[in-house]
C-alpha cells in the first residue's frame, strides 16, 4: 500500500508520496504528469523530517504542479485500425493493417510514410505486443547510435544498455552503471530522444541530480530545460 504524506502551504494541502532506498543518500523531489509528487529519500529518514525537507521545496512543487494543471492531459486511446496515425520520432504515420489468415505473427514495416501491417488478426490485445516489439527494436538502434555519439563527449566508453517497459521513467540508471530505456522514447522527437539519452549518460558520471549533474548536461546540450519542459509536457501522449 503506498503511503502518502502531506503538509498544509498557505491554502493548499501538499502531498506527496514518500519512497525509500537504503542507497539513497540525498532526498530528491520529483512531479511527474498529471500531478503526482514524489519525494526519494534514505531509509531511516522519518515522516518529520521528510515533511520539513519537502516543505522547503513548497513554493517550487506547487509552480510545477500549475504547470501541469495547465496542460491537456488526454489518454491514448489507439484502436489499431487502419488509417489511424502511429507515433515514430515525433511524427504521426498512417496505419495501413492487413488481416491474412495463416500468418505465424504479424509482418510490420514502415514503408514510404505508412505503418504497413499484415496480421492474421485485426485485434487490438493481439497486434499491441508486435507492435511493442518493433519499437523496442527501433529504440535500441537508435540509442545505440546516440550513446555513440553523445558518450566521447563525456568521456565515457563500454556502456551497456537495455530496452524495457518502464511505465513511470524514461530511462534509469543502476548502480553498477547499466542503462535502461523505455521503449516509448523512440516515440518522441529526435531532440528529445537525445535529451533522455544525454540525460542518463550523464548519471554515470553523477548518480544524483546535483549542480555537476546539470552543469555536465548542460555541457553536451546547452539548450536542455527546452527539451526536458516538452518531455514534463508531452510525454504522457506518447504510447500506443
Known sequence: MTMTLSFPYGDTLIQFEPVFSSRRR?????VEAPGRVVVMAPEGCSEEELIALVSRKAKWITQQLFQFRSVRFEPVLRELVSGESLLYLGRNYKLDLEVEDGME???ILLDHGVFRVRSQSSSPDYLRPYLIDWYSWKAYEKIDSRIKYFAPKLGISLIGFRIKEQKKRW??????????????????????LDYIV???LCHLLEHPHSARFWKLLRAVMPEFEARKQWLKENGVKLDI
Open 105 to 107: 505473427k504479424p509482418e
Open 26 to 30: 540525498t532526498v530528491q523531489i520529483a
Open 198 to 200: 544525454a540525460h542518463e
Open 171 to 192: 530511462g534509469s540508471c543502476t548502480k553498477d552503471g547499466m542503462l535502461f530505456f523505455n521503449w516509448r522514447c523512440v516515440l518522441a522527437p529526435a531532440p528529445i
